[in-house]
């Protein structure tokens, strides 16, 4: 029998996340976030499991024609917009909303006679200088999409550079900028990410666009999902391949950069940085063996990692590990790794199956 890495998604918990969002903005529509296949937690199954939402956003059009494809009829947003002629059509062809960043676009869209008229949202960029219009330029560009006989409906957005600091000074004057710059225009609007939804009320607005938080991750800088009554969605798992009797002097892995301090038992995990787990996890970073805790020994090779059984003498091969998720929060693992939990989460690899479990 061979051991493979398997990432089980909880759309229960998924829900349950659905539901905080609904508890801390009652009043919003919700454009749930499933770009980058759903954060890896597949972005179909996401979709299915919250049909009830208002929207949808990916990042790129691609994503799009991929739910539309899967049958998923709700409202999408497009992020990255359009970039062609060809990319409008498709657009109007499968009532798409693209998000339009840059002048270019604008151009483009006057330039291109559509089927269908789409409705669009303005970026405004309120400080985080990434993408979006200059706040200065925002009533023009609004004026001129809103004057297109193409376009059915604008709608306004902006996002927020640093709102995962609960007292950001950055964030509030982010949101003065993006109110100053459409004061007397009427649109729907949208600001709040994840962290807006659960620590600035006051970017709420008409939409908030949820993503990270719906998975069960934190979407602050300290702290985990369980101290905003998140459930992790993804248990990322494998087993013991090898039990080891080593002995102290003996170096491990590669660079024999860690050495035994004892003779000692230690295991083999079948997961590695090819599956997505991160190469640069420190020795002492935590995995759930038999739902204990263990650390991790030596270098992360691409399809294995070490851990130390000295408290675990029983172990045996076969044995479950849970790498993250329930009773392993990845925000742990990614902090060990010196990343975030988004990119974990997003860089499980395709040879990892994924079972989904309403």
């Not at 905080?20 to 937690?41: C, F, L, T, W």
């Not at 000074?169 to 609007?189: N, P, V, Y």
């Not at 029983?314 to 990845?330: E, H, Q, Y």
Request: glycine letters at 8%; proline letters at 4%.
């Amino acid at each position: 029998m061979s051991f493979a890495v398997e990432a089980h998604i909880d759309l229960t918990a998924l829900r349950h996340n659905l539901q905080r969002v609904r508890q801390a903005a009652p009043d919003a529509k919700i454009m749930a976030v499933i770009k980058a296949n759903g954060y890896g937690h597949g972005m179909v199954q996401v979709a299915k499991a919250l049909h009830e939402v208002d929207a949808f956003a990916v990042a790129r059009l691609h994503e799009a024609l991929a739910l539309r494809q899967s049958g998923i009829e709700n409202t999408i947003a497009v992020l990255e917009g359009f970039q062609s002629a060809a990319d409008l059509d498709q657009f109007a062809r499968h009532a798409l909303q693209p998000v339009i960043h840059h002048a270019r676009q604008i151009e483009l869209l006057q330039q291109t006679r559509l089927s269908t008229p789409l409705q669009v949202w303005l970026k405004i960029d309120s400080g985080m200088h990434r993408m979006g219009v200059a706040p200065e330029n925002a009533r023009e560009c609004w004026q001129g999409l809103d004057a297109l006989g193409s376009v059915a409906a604008v709608r306004l957005m902006t996002h927020l550079a640093s709102a995962d600091v609960r007292d950001s000074k950055q964030t509030e004057q982010q949101l003065e900028t993006f109110q100053q710059a459409i004061a007397g225009i009427d649109a729907e609007t949208s600001i709040a990410n994840s962290a807006g939804v659960l620590g600035w009320t006051h970017s709420h607005s008409d939409w908030v666009r949820p993503g990270i938080m719906l998975y069960g991750v934190s979407p602050f800088c300290t702290g985990t999902a369980a101290d905003d009554d998140l459930q992790p969605v993804m248990t990322l798992s494998s087993r013991l391949i090898a039990v080891n009797h080593v002995k102290r002097g003996d170096a491990v892995g590669y660079g024999a950069s860690w050495v035994c301090p004892d003779d000692m038992p230690l295991g083999v995990v079948a997961c590695g940085y090819g599956d997505g787990y991160p190469r640069h996890a420190i020795a002492g970073t935590p995995v759930l063996l038999n739902d204990a805790c263990v650390p991790v020994v030596a270098r992360v090779s691409m399809d294995t990692i070490c851990v130390d059984l000295r408290t675990q003498p029983k172990a045996d091969i076969g044995d479950p590990v849970v790498l993250w998720g329930k009773g392993l929060p990845v925000e742990e693992i990614a902090a060990a790794a010196g990343t975030i939990p988004y990119e974990l989460l997003c860089a499980v690899s395709r040879r990892v199956n994924l079972h989904h479990q309403a």
